[in-house]
């Protein structure tokens, strides 16, 4: 299968190793597009989101450094004979052998030829690790768990690529309404966890996920052991906060309850389990205000799947359901979720927007070329439509729409069945279950 370190041409033979039953991700344009300029393409998200076959489904030949303990062995002691294959050729967890950073940097530098390597990691290391900079050579994608449209719970009737183009919103019912939402929520976007698992059960695997990544994975992101019974009190006093901008003292002593954790211990948690891409906080939208009152710009907690935010509360359907407010909250993180995944595909960002005086819109999703639209999130309701429309119309007043460019839409995104339309102000008002990319 050598093709020689120098060569990196692709062979004739091998066709990609897509495995059977791949489900497609709307990531995909991302990769086509970046493998034809980047040398190697780093594929970054948390464990079980599917990047490995995600990488399969690019790959000519691979390295899989989790699965093959000599591949590993080898890795480890010359890392440049492990690069040597057909290309693309995938490195699965390359960061279990930091040393494959530089390897991998070299070899781009000496084959200067797009598409050479794929790799991914569910772990960031520390920044000593990729300290020589992967510029020009490496680009970064995020991989996250699967949508509601990549799971086929969502038709995608709406385009997000659309509204940001200003395109009309329309779509029928989709009969999936509040019940299915909550379900979505408990079970996740994991591609491991099938149709044919229960939801209690799903709960169950998502409840033994944390508890590894409070027992074992976290230490591996920089050496430093910390206590598990820290990391789950902290778990569960982010997925108390999810979808707020909740201060590390009140995450500090909503966490004590179980185990004393400090403030000032409360911030290297977070940066662990964010580089685990366990947490993907949502920051503050960098724009241009007419209004006087400033932008409050700490990021929001969002877990990167709302559902390890209720396995962290060891929450059910019923529960949720009992509960309107954190049920409220889980579900914007549920939108934000998807928000980010068809944002990726649209070459846009996913931000949060509150000012000093209490305007605010969950999100925003901006393109960086002038191109915008705000987004609120309300399970459903007239009055909690007409609530969210208005402050959308404040947030738009705000914004100094001669540097930013005029808003594309206004929407507001229900978890409730119904039609998808365009109110007489303008406001879009969108079922989640007909939102795609």
């Not at 495995?19 to 991302?30: H, I, K, Q």
């Not at 699965?67 to 492990?82: G, K, S, T, W």
């Not at 460019?405 to 969108?430: H, I, M, N, S, W």
Request: proline share 6%; aromatic share 4%.
């Amino acid at each position: 299968m050598g093709t020689g370190l120098g060569s990196g041409r692709p062979e004739s033979a091998p066709l990609t190793l897509t495995p059977d039953g791949y489900r497609p991700r709307t990531a995909e344009s991302n990769v086509e597009r970046m493998l034809r300029t980047a040398r190697a393409l780093l594929i970054e998200g948390p464990k079980g989101c599917g990047k490995t076959w995600f990488g399969k489904r690019f790959a000519r030949s691979e390295v899989l450094l989790e699965q093959d303990p000599a591949a590993f062995a080898l890795a480890q002691a010359e890392p440049r004979r492990v690069l040597d294959g057909t290309t693309p050729r995938l490195i699965d967890e390359w960061q279990r052998v930091p040393q494959l950073w530089g390897a991998v940097r070299g070899a781009c530098d000496a084959r200067a030829l797009a598409g050479q390597f794929i790799l991914t990691g569910s772990a960031t290391p520390s920044d000593d690790v990729t300290r020589h900079s992967g510029a020009l050579r490496i680009q970064r994608l995020a991989l996250r768990t699967m949508s509601l449209f990549e799971q086929g719970h969502s038709t995608g009737a709406v385009s997000l690529a659309g509204l940001l183009r200003g395109d009309r919103c329309m779509a029928e019912p989709t009969g999936r309404g509040v019940p299915e939402a909550v379900d979505a929520l408990c079970r996740g976007g994991w591609p491991g966890i099938g149709p044919e698992v229960t939801t209690a059960d799903a709960t169950r695997v998502l409840v033994s996920y944390l508890d590894d990544v409070a027992r074992t994975d976290i230490r591996q992101v920089d050496g430093v052991a910390r206590d598990p019974v820290r990391v789950r009190a902290l778990l569960r006093s982010l997925a108390r906060n999810v979808g707020t901008a909740a201060s590390l003292n009140k995450l500090a002593r909503e966490s004590s309850a179980d185990a004393p954790l400090s403030r000032h211990s409360v911030r290297p948690y977070l940066d662990a389990l964010e580089r685990l891409h366990v947490l993907e906080p949502l920051g503050a939208w960098p724009t241009h205000l007419r209004s006087r009152s400033p932008l409050l710009t700490t990021p929001k907690h969002h877990f990167t799947d709302p559902s390890l935010a209720v396995a962290a509360l060891r929450a059910s359907p019923e529960r949720l359901m009992a509960d309107p407010e954190a049920l409220g909250l889980l579900f914007e993180s549920l939108v934000v979720r998807d928000l980010r995944i068809y944002a990726q595909a649209a070459d846009a960002a996913v931000f949060a927007f509150t000012d000093t005086a209490g305007t605010e819109a969950d999100a925003i999703v901006d393109v960086g070329d002038g191109r915008w639209i705000a987004v609120e999130v309300k399970l459903g309701g007239a009055q909690h439509i007409e609530e969210a429309a208005k402050s959308l119309r404040a947030v738009r007043s705000k914004v100094d729409e001669s540097k930013m460019g005029e808003a594309a839409k206004l929407v507001v995104v229900t978890a409730a069945d119904g039609y998808a339309y365009e109110r007489p102000d303008g406001v879009c008002v969108v079922p989640l279950s007909a939102l795609g990319p």
